[in-house]
């Protein structure tokens, strides 16, 4: 598989508006983009760094696995999210190595792109998205 950078580093929040005033007035960085992730329960405000994004979570329904992260361990790092070139060969790369997923098909993600969650006993705790953009 191909992994071209990473993406974004989300980041789960109990509210947007205050992460996104110290990220753009206080850290000068520029806000990328806002929208609601039906599929996912989560709103999304990208802050743009480099070829890079923070992206603020923020849960729509307290049932969501973000709204559950909120509950549980409260603000902060949710996880990383890799681009890759191709997602459907990057998931069964990992099927056929026996890596363990939570998603066994991509599905649909913020900005168009597909996307698949590695599980983090996988990946030595750390929670890894692939994603891929529309071309
Ligand atoms: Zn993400």
Do not use: W
């Not at 923070?54 to 909120?70: I, M, R």
């Not at 890759?84 to 599905?107: S, T, Y």
């Amino acid at each position: 598989m191909k992994v071209k950078r990473i993406a974004h580093l989300g980041i789960a929040v109990k509210d947007l508006e205050p992460p996104k005033k110290l990220y753009t007035e206080g850290l000068g960085l520029k806000l990328a983009g806002e929208e609601v992730v039906e599929a996912q329960k989560v709103k999304v405000s990208f802050i743009q760094v480099g070829e890079s994004n923070l992206e603020l979570l923020l849960p729509t329904q307290p049932d969501s696995a973000v709204g559950k992260f909120l509950e549980t361990k409260g603000e902060g790092f949710h996880h990383l999210a890799l681009e890759v070139e191709d997602i459907h060969a990057a998931v069964a790369e990992l099927k056929a190595m026996g890596v363990r997923l939570i998603d066994e098909k991509p599905r649909e993600g913020a900005h168009g792109a597909l996307v698949a969650f590695i599980h983090p006993k996988a990946t030595f705790g750390l929670l890894v998205e692939l994603c891929q953009y529309p071309h």
